[in-house]
């Protein structure tokens, strides 16, 4: 009896995906429209006992947008970055993402670093 492994079925369907989006014409076709942005939000804390490297890594997340978005963007498409300051605060935090994916409809949810 010839069985199939989880890899070789993996491989399978990645190939029907591709083959079947080349075959329409129309694979990610979201990606081809450079005028919607990838929205990335998060929240930082950019006041707060944390405040110095949220700010710090805030504008390393403006400047990475910027040189991003000069080169065109990711998969043609600009990067648009949403964040929320958190006020050091961790109580704020579910909201902060409840609203990043409810009310902005952000793309990705990410979360800084934090060291202690």
């Given at each position: 009896m010839n069985t199939t492994t989880?890899?070789?079925l993996g491989r399978l369907a990645i190939a029907a995906a591709i083959?079947?989006?080349?075959?329409?014409?129309?694979?990610?076709p979201s990606?081809?429209?450079?005028?919607?942005?990838?929205?990335i939000g998060y929240?930082?804390?950019?006041?707060?006992?944390?405040?110095?490297?949220?700010?710090?890594?805030?504008?390393a997340h403006q400047i990475w947008a910027a040189e991003v978005n000069a080169r065109g963007g990711i998969l043609g498409r600009p990067v648009q970055i949403v964040f929320y300051d958190?006020?050091?605060?961790?109580?704020?935090?579910?909201?902060?993402?409840?609203?990043l994916l409810d009310v902005d409809k952000v793309?990705?949810?990410?979360s800084p670093m934090r060291r202690p």
């Open positions: 989880r890899r070789e083959g079947g989006a080349g075959a329409s014409g129309a694979a990610f990606f081809a429209q450079g005028s919607n942005p990838i929205r929240s930082m804390s950019l006041s707060g006992g944390l405040a110095g490297n949220g700010r710090a890594t805030q504008l958190d006020q050091t605060n961790g109580g704020q935090v579910p909201g902060i993402y409840t609203k793309d990705i949810v990410t």
